[in-house]
Nanobody, 124 residues
Framework: VQLQASGGGLVQAGDSLRLSCVAS????????MGWFRQAPGKEREFVAT????????FYADSVKGRFSISRDNAKNTVYLQMGSLRPEDTAVYFC??????????????????WGQGTLVTVSS
């Protein structure tokens, strides 16, 4: 499956932004589709993920209550609605798809397909 992320940009602290990730060429099923991010000089970290065929969603503590993940199965698209953005949210955001088990949904190693990344910059 190929993933195409979009929606990044430069915003001010407190603003909102919505990222989109479209899956195409889907030849094999995946259980979860979600988002990771990587800030300069830091490791890739989990942001949020959502079951493709169910309702369960998981969030990093750092974004809980500010970010919301949703999907549109008809469009093969997952969205990340980001609110109350902070400078520390600045990173390249990657969408990912895979079949991790529940206990490892936050581990990037559980995801086999990755998008190219979209840059989110939050100014103070």
């Amino acid at each position: 499956v190929q993933l195409q992320a979009s929606g990044g940009g430069l915003v001010q602290a407190g603003d909102s932004l919505r990222l989109s990730c479209v899956a195409s060429g889907r030849n094999s099923p995946f259980r979860f589709m979600g988002w990771f991010r990587q800030a300069p000089g830091k490791e890739r970290e989990f942001v949020a993920t959502k079951e493709w065929s169910g309702s369960r969603a998981f969030y990093a503590d750092s974004v809980k209550g500010r970010f919301s993940i949703s999907r549109d199965n008809a469009k093969n698209t997952v969205y990340l609605q980001m609110g109350s953005l902070r400078p520390e949210d600045t990173a390249v955001y990657f969408c990912a798809a895979g079949q991790p088990i529940i206990s490892t949904v936050r581990d990037p190693n559980g995801y086999t397909s990755w998008g190219q990344g979209t840059l989110v910059t939050v100014s103070s």
